[in-house]
């Protein structure tokens, strides 16, 4: 009886350590996630600024969109605590985040349409209006500053 139940104990300790373990890493994961977006971004406006061929952009575009597509998924619930900058409203408002979330999508699916098709002009407006949508996320959902 007294092993049986260190056992469960020793259980229970060993699960708990790797949820403890399994959280840090979606929090580190999704910031990762979400660095390489901005570097994407980045890249993209390089090629806006000096009119490039934004074809082989789409591929990017296209990382992009199964990265958002998975977004809600990395703010499981508990991951608010730890080193995020993600704020307590990702989950008390969390169907305003997911709308947040599905206009970005919607954006960047734009983006990819315009991208594919070669046309410059048309890229250079929609990603105008790209960085806003993320901002659109950033504003309610993001801590400024650490
Ligand atoms: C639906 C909401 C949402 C959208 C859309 C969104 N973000 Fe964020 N972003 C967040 C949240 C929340 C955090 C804080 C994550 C954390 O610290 O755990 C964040 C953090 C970041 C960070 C900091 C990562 C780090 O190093 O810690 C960058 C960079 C970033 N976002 C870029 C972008 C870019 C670029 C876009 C648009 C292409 C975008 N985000 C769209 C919610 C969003």
Not at 15 to 38: N, P
Not at 98 to 107: K, L
Not at 116 to 139: E, I, L
Request: proline letters at 5%; charged letters at 20%.
């Amino acid at each position: 009886m007294r092993v049986s139940l260190m056992a469960v104990a020793l259980g229970a300790a060993t699960l708990f350590g790797s949820a403890a373990f399994a959280q840090g890493d979606v929090i580190a994961e999704r910031r990762a996630g979400l660095k390489r977006m901005g570097e994407h971004m980045e890249a993209m406006k390089a090629v806006a600024d000096r009119s490039g061929d934004v074809r082989p952009l789409a591929p990017t575009i296209d990382e992009m969109i199964a990265w958002y597509r998975s977004m809600p998924d990395r703010f499981p619930p508990g991951s608010d605590k730890g080193d995020t900058r993600a704020l307590p409203t990702v989950w008390s408002e969390r169907p305003g985040f997911e709308t947040a979330n599905t206009n970005m999508v919607n954006q960047l699916q734009g983006l990819r349409t315009v991208a594919a098709s070669g046309d410059a002009a048309a890229f250079t407006s929609t990603f105008g209006q790209t960085g806003p949508t993320c901002g659109g996320c950033h504003r309610n959902y993001r801590a400024r500053g650490r």
